[in-house]
Each structure stands twice: as C-alpha cells, then as structure tokens.
C-alpha cells in the first residue's frame, strides 16, 4: 500500500470521527434524499448497506425511507473472504464479527450472495469525481463484487460519504471494482467515463 493511501485513509478516518452527533445526523438525512433519488433506485429487490462504524455517514435515514419492496441487508463476513447479505430489521439480532462490526445473526442458509442484490451502498474513505474509492483496505467488496468486471450491473454500486471525503484522482489499481455511483450529505457523483 502506497504511503500516500496510507496517508489519506488515516487523515480522512480521523475527520470523520471528529464530527459532531448534530452534523452527523444531518448528513446522514442528506444523504437519504440523493440515495433515494439515482436514477437506477430500485423498488423492488434487496439492497444493502452497512452498519456504520469509525465515523462513516449512516445509513439509518435511507434505510427507513426504502420503498415497501424493497428488504434491507446488512454485510456477513464469509469464510472464503468475500461478504454475503443478510436480510435485517432494526431489532434483529446482531453479533459482532471478528473486526467489532455487528452482523445479523441469521442461519447461513438465509445469506445472500452479491449477485442476488439490486443495488449495495458501499462505505469509503475518500473518493474522486470519477467514483473511484478508497476503502479501508480490507478488499472485501472488491473480492466480493469482482465478478461485475465481466457482466454489468445489477447489482449497482454506490459509494456513500461525507462530502469533505472528496479528493484529488484516485488511480485505479486492478482489483478495484468500479462504483456507478457516489453520494454525500451535498452530491450525487456520476462517473463519466
């Protein structure tokens, strides 16, 4: 990993977390709005999000909005590396995985795979105009949704952060899995390219 990443993931994560709960909230309504606005927002389907952890923008505002149609679901570690979804409610049962991320607590047979999504909200560190992104290293969604190189969308892929998360160009690096999307508390990014 190269010293700048390494860099700007930390100085990102430390002003995400230094952000009050009042300016957290707000973004995170803002940030409702632009999800439930893309042009490719399913009504129907599953879609998932994350449980936001170390300052990310939350996800709860967008959650509650969702069309009826829609089931909502939370990101399963999975032991080959890659993530599966499991369908969640406010209330369910969570657990943490091994990083401290709760986690539904449902039979493995009940997990999604990635392509059985309509539409991921994905967390980030920072991202450019072009939607490329900057995650926490791990490389789960870009194992996870790898297979999207070779067939398109669904399911679609939308960033989501702060607006302060954008950057200058961030070079693509081969594993990187490519966003269609990425949305903040003040605008909706559409690559162009």
Do not use: K
């Not at 509650?64 to 979804?85: I, N």
């Amino acid at each position: 990993m190269s010293e700048p990443r390494v860099a700007l993931r930390r100085a990102m994560r430390d002003r995400r977390r230094a952000l009050s709960a009042p300016a957290r909230i707000a973004a995170a309504e803002a940030l409702a709005e632009r999800l439930l606005a893309l042009p490719f927002a399913p009504r129907t389907g599953c879609v998932a999000g994350y449980w936001a952890m170390d300052g990310e923008i939350p996800l709860h505002a967008w959650q509650l909005r969702l069309p009826r149609g829609l089931r909502y679901c939370l990101p399963v570690l999975h032991r080959d590396r890659s993530l599966r979804f499991a369908p969640w409610a406010p209330g369910a049962p969570l657990a943490p995985n091994r990083y401290g991320i709760p986690e539904p607590e449902v039979p493995e047979a009940a997990l999604l795979a990635p392509a059985q999504l309509d539409l991921v909200v994905v967390p980030l560190v920072a991202f450019d105009t072009r939607c490329h992104r900057i995650g926490m290293g791990g490389g789960w969604y870009d194992r996870s949704f790898a297979f999207r190189a070779t067939r398109p969308a669904p399911p679609y892929l939308v960033g989501a952060g702060f607006a302060f998360q954008q950057t200058g160009p961030i070079p693509a690096e081969a594993w990187d899995v490519a966003l269609d999307a990425v949305c903040t508390d003040t605008d909706t990014f559409l690559p162009t390219s």
